[in-house]
């Protein structure tokens, strides 16, 4: 669908315009996809230290991206 219907239509205009215009609808809507996507895995256990960066759950990313995977 991208290819054949979105792509053209914003291939005709100036990039920086399209590129505006995809910031300010993802800013206006962005709380879409919370509504959509799982929210994330609260677990002291997953929580990991790296160079001083503390990450609060290695999985989030991969629940998203693996579903059918996580427990």
């Known amino acids: 669908m991208y290819k054949s219907l979105i792509r053209p239509i914003l291939f005709k205009f100036d990039p920086e315009e399209v590129h505006h215009f995809t910031f300010s609808v993802l800013k206006n809507f962005g ?4 509504l959509i996507l799982p929210k994330p895995i609260e677990d002291k256990r997953l929580e990991r230290e790296v160079f001083g960066l503390k990450f ?3 999985a989030r990313l991969y629940r998203v991206a693996f ?3 996580t427990g």
């Open 56 to 58: 609060p759950a290695t």
């Open 31 to 34: 709380f879409i996809a919370k």
């Open 67 to 69: 579903p059918f995977k």
